[in-house]
């Protein structure tokens, strides 16, 4: 299996520019979550869906970011406008375990943002 | 709401030592999970171990071991005969089923394993 796909690994972007954030999660998953890694607030989650439909939006710091999946194998994070705050690591996770396994969730390498 | 503490922010050791993280949890559920992860300083996050709730056996596989402790909410992670390898920040996580399994984090413990 190929894991949890994140793309792009790097994007630099300028002030004001839309950023779009991809994933791709394990065939076979059935929850996705979108986490947001910065030195001042840790480990975030940003959202997530359950069989494509989101279920928990609450982390999501403002309108200025949407998220969507499609359908069972992508997913997009959007910024629009996006702003030097929301320089971190994006993670992309999916799971899709039993209740005995927890639902352990895998993630992907991670997008790292700058916004200048 | 639900809550991971780690105390230690860093802890550095030889190679060959033994090297034990702690975890607090907070949660009002009786069904619970609770994870270590690893972080590398290549950055990606690596599911460790897994315990449920209802399981409050303690294990052991290969270098790793775990204590769990219902009675004192606490979920320590023991890495035996350290090596450079193990170098790596580590989170402990939690998360509940009726709260759609989102974990919560630690702030995450950083190793350093000298050779």
């Known amino acids: 299996d190929a894991g949890v796909i994140q793309s792009p690994r790097h994007e630099v972007t300028e002030m004001g520019q839309e950023v779009t954030l991809r994933c791709k999660p394990i065939?076979?998953?059935?929850?996705l979550f979108w986490y947001r890694q910065t030195m001042m607030r840790g480990l975030e989650l940003l959202i997530y869906?359950?069989?494509?439909?989101?279920?928990?939006d609450s982390g999501m710091p403002e309108d200025r970011f949407s998220a969507k999946m499609p359908n069972a194998s992508f997913s997009t994070l959007k910024i629009q406008p996006s702003e030097p705050r929301d320089s971190a690591v994006y993670f992309c996770?999916?799971?899709?375990?039993?209740?005995?396994?927890?639902?352990?969730?895998?993630f992907g390498p991670g997008t790292r943002l700058t916004v200048t | 709401a639900q809550k991971v503490t780690q105390a230690q922010t860093e802890i550095s050791v030889v190679e060959k030592e033994d090297v034990t993280l702690d975890c607090v949890y907070e949660?009002?559920?009786?069904?619970?999970?609770l994870f270590w992860y690893k972080q590398p300083p290549s950055g990606e996050l690596v599911f460790l171990i897994r315990?449920?709730?209802?399981?409050?056996q303690n294990e052991i596989s290969g270098r790793y071991s775990w204590n769990f402790q219902k009675s004192t909410s606490s979920f320590n992670f023991t890495i035996t005969a350290s090596q450079v390898v193990d170098s790596a920040v580590y989170f402990c996580?939690?998360?509940?089923?009726?709260?759609?399994?989102?974990?919560?984090f630690g702030g995450g413990t950083r190793v350093l394993v000298k050779p």
């Open positions: 996770a999916s799971s899709g375990g039993s209740r005995d396994r927890g639902y352990e969730q895998y």
């Open positions: 949660t009002r559920d009786t069904t619970y999970y």
């Open positions: 065939s076979g998953h059935d929850y």
């Open positions: 315990r449920n709730s209802f399981d409050e």
């Open positions: 869906f359950n069989n494509n439909v989101p279920i928990d």
């Open positions: 996580a939690l998360s509940i089923k009726a709260a759609g399994n989102k974990l919560t």
